[in-house]
């Protein structure tokens, strides 16, 4: 079988490959016999350059087009649905029935938001300061390249997810580099992309897909000045090499890398609703086998009888579910390393802790626990993350402990607090929650983590090693949009040289701060357009 | 003469030095006989110490007490202008009663505006979600380190400047480290800064500030995890080694580093009104002997008469003019040794280029210009910052040359294009403008970049290496505030424990975003506050 292309300045062409690779089927612990290329540094080349050249007719475009492409291709994958989802369900063994259908679902859902962004042209925010006819606002900032992540192969995959869905609204072209878990699942997505694309009539390059590359060639791309900016979500080591590259040159560089995601239970919650919570976080720990960027990878309880009660509900849980298929062997022994290493940082098995189990690739559903006393004495290591069905429960012997558990939590995307409904906890969240607010994203209460809304109000993202920059979200547009832009500023530009969203008249129920004031009015202005 | 004292903890105290350093005076071209200490790490670890208990202080109180302690400090250096400003001009040589007095206006009017914005919470942005309830907004980060440059001892000064004026606003403390060619500036300022701290209540530690630390102190204050942010304005080297370091450990660090702000003179300006343009270049080259971040260091025009008249205007004016002092020894070595580098990329001299001329540390102003062939061969070594009086202009032998030079430049801050009134320029501005544009954070009209001014539409920022990121501006309250936060998301959380400013009710007309619409109004909302 002939090695698949890729799609380079709006062509599908074979690959000036290096070698080639395939998929894994999860279930069946088996290769997929299709060969994906690895592409050269010469491919790379040519796709920047594409994308030097696409980036120049983007800007041209009025913002609608852009708009158009994105709905259009959002209606190519609803049509094209079940395809998607069976290869897909078949290089992730995700369930193609109801997990893949809503990720689908909001997959294409993203696109028509990121179109809806684009259109409204309100991610922008521009000011106008009248009285020195100064005028900025956030515009497009070039090429940008999206490494996605193995664990939602459309949502947020290379060519498909949240990060293109961005960088494309905020108008720069997309090279994608395909997780190699999924490569077809990418190739189908990146062929409807590009039938939108032509469609729509966006310029060649406007999209592009490559499968894999050799590690000192990503640094490269890092590196090079046709790159604007990169997205990137997947493991810390990874993420952290192209983090040096991007920021040795001062390129934005935005992360998704790892997260605990800390989830408190005061007592007076175990309380009330101990077997409740134990239900909601087993149904939140396993789903997707954990494999989720917001799973809860640590709980904080406060010790006694209750948080005993606890223990045994979650481990009872865990034990009498399925154990899932896990993406691939190497997720299968990162989780096994990960969980050794928290035991031998003093973690203790409450149940768990073998690999195998499920169908392919799997690990036990597994508890674990450990002191507060342990953990403030080695909270580096004690926060490693398992990214699978693993869970570890930090028994504090106080409030103050508790706090202290959290004081020594890294950057975290999420952080929740369950309490008492009669607000009997209400004095302890109080002590606690500003430890746990500076050091996460998205705080929540009485409700957990997974499921991550597609709100303008989302913040999908949180201080380091969550994320590389506090200051972002990576789902919800706009905001998610303002990562691939810049801050450029008008000086007394003339008239009719200014971009329309800046001009005296509104170009159409536009939001704008004109003068401290927002509003979608024109400016009144003296100056004449 | 005992050795000055640093503002630690709210207490001025003696330093654990490690050694001490004298500021100069750059007129005389001698010590200024005043011991300032250098810290040691302990030191820095008690200012670390302490900011990190202020912040947790400054988190629970009303921001009306921040803006009143900036408003109150703006006060306290209006009233003792003179004093501040005599040590100043003997520690900078910057004119008394002109510059300085401006430069005063300035710092205590930023002060002010950034009170305003603190008052006015309009920085955070609020986004209500009412349909998922969600909210987020931006908020106060952490304890900033504050580096600040020779060239603005107010306006951008460590413990009185932009970067202060946004981290405090933002509701950070501030260890502000002082630059070291004027120390007694930063002290005067740091008095009435702590005495209006005292006055208005805030925490011990809101505001402190040291002399100079050893550089690998620097680089552990920068990774260290009680610092939450940076700002830094100052020579690139020594920015990129706080970056590393900063970014080494996911650090926001906002840098402003270097910048030739390339000017445009496009033909049919030329021809127009060459002599106008060269008196504005000249007057903008030579203010404040050359020494601003926006200082137009690289002119570009088309070849023919005109060009040389141009040129030659500039070097009579250039000549003809007095030659001022600069900071420090070390600035005029700098000068001296950046002319010679683009002399030997291929500059050639029109005028000056030799040391001394002015009072104390000088140098004659200076004009270069080299051809656009050239320019574009080596384009890296003739971007050489010249902090000071001069200026190369790049002689290009077409629009299109001028295209390809600027499709060289680095990041800048501003870029200027001059063009012909009748619009007889307008074809080859749009031919060059979209090179430009991607390349600055100010774009400019038949305007100097010289003279920042402090309005919310203003970007004081740009492409690397003017700035570490594009997206954020170092001057203009409230977008510079937007540096020192992180970005909170509050999914789910209970009425009576949201932030004022996400609760239904509008704590006081700030502005936020509703479901998609910008409004002061309260949130008509199912959730009950």
Redo the contacts between chains.
């Keep these: 079988m002939a090695t698949h292309q890729v799609l380079i300045n709006g062509q599908w062409r074979d690959s000036d490959s290096t070698g080639t690779f395939q998929a894994n089927d999860p279930r069946a612990a088996t290769a997929i016999p299709e060969d994906y290329p690895i592409s050269s540094w010469a491919e790379c080349e040519a796709a920047l350059d594409s994308a030097v050249v696409a980036f120049?007719k983007l800007?041209q475009m009025p913002r609608e087009n852009i708009a158009d492409f994105l709905e259009k291709y959002a209606d190519r994958i609803d049509a094209r649905s079940e395809e998607i989802r069976t290869l897909a369900h078949q290089e992730t063994a995700l369930p193609l029935d109801t997990r893949l259908v809503g990720e689908l679902g909001r997959t294409s859902g993203q696109l028509r938001q990121a179109a809806a962004a684009t259109r409204?042209a309100?991610w922008c925010m521009p000011?106008?300061?009248s009285?020195?006819n100064?005028?900025?606002c956030?515009a497009a900032?070039?090429p940008v390249a999206v490494f996605g992540p193995n664990n939602f192969p459309l949502a947020f995959g290379s060519i498909s997810g949240g990060d293109f869905a961005a960088a494309i609204a905020a108008g720069n072209p997309v090279i994608g580099k395909a997780n190699s878990m999924h490569p077809g699942t990418t190739r189908l997505l990146a062929e409807e992309a590009q039938i939108a694309a032509d469609e729509t009539k966006m310029p060649a390059g406007t999209v592009q897909m490559i499968y894999r590359i050799a590690h000192a060639d990503g640094e490269k791309l890092a590196r090079d000045p046709r790159l604007a900016a990169i997205g990137y979500t997947g493991s810390r080591h990874a993420g952290l090499v192209l983090?040096?590259a991007a920021?040795?040159?001062?390129?934005?560089i935005y992360l998704e890398l790892s997260s605990v995601n800390p989830i408190v239970v005061l007592p007076g919650a175990l309380d009330e609703r101990c077997e409740e919570i134990a239900d909601e976080l087993t149904g939140s720990c396993l789903m997707g086998s954990g494999q989720f960027c917001t799973n809860p990878g640590m709980i904080v309880v406060q010790a006694g009888e209750k948080a005993d009660q606890f223990i045994a509900s979650i481990a009872s849980r865990f034990s009498g579910a399925p154990v899932g298929t896990l993406f691939s062997q190497s997720g299968q022994t990162g989780l096994e390393n990960a969980v050794d290493q928290l035991k031998s940082a003093g973690a203790e098995q409450v149940c768990g802790g073998t690999p195998g189990g499920g169908e392919g690739y799997s690990y036990a559903n597994t508890v674990l626990k450990v002191s507060g006393d342990a953990f403030v004495t080695n909270p580096e290591q004690l926060q490693t993350e398992a990214f699978g069905a693993s869970t570890l429960v930090v028994v504090a012997d106080s409030i103050g402990q508790i706090n202290e558990v959290l004081g020594q939590l890294e950057?975290n995307l999420?952080g929740c607090i369950y309490s008492a409904q009669d607000g009997s906890d209400d004095p302890h969240?109080d002590e606690i929650?500003?430890n746990l607010?500076?050091r996460v994203?998205?705080?929540?209460?009485?409700?957990m983590?997974t499921g991550v809304?597609v709100?303008?109000?989302?913040?999908h993202?949180g201080?380091?090693?969550a994320?590389?920059?506090?200051?972002?979200?990576a789902v919800g547009a706009p905001?998610s949009l303002?990562r691939f832009?810049?801050?450029?500023?008008?000086?007394?530009?003339?008239p009719h040289?200014l971009p329309d969203l800046l001009k005296n008249k509104n170009p159409g129920n536009v939001?704008r701060?004109i003068d401290?004031?927002?509003?979608q009015a024109d400016v009144e202005a003296p100056v004449k357009d």
């Excluded at 832009?485 to 003339?494: A, E, K, N, P, V």
Aim: glycine share 12%; charged share 20%; hydrophobic share 30%.
């Design positions: 120049e800007r409204s309100s000011v106008i300061d009285a020195t100064i005028r900025s956030y900032i070039g983090k040096q920021d040795s040159v001062g390129k934005p950057g999420t969240y929650v500003p607010r500076q994203g998205r705080l929540l209460n009485d409700k983590p809304a709100s303008p109000a989302m913040n993202g201080p380091f090693p994320t590389g920059h506090p200051g972002f979200t905001g303002l832009s810049m801050l450029q500023c008008f000086d007394d530009i003339r040289r939001w701060n401290g004031q927002w509003t």
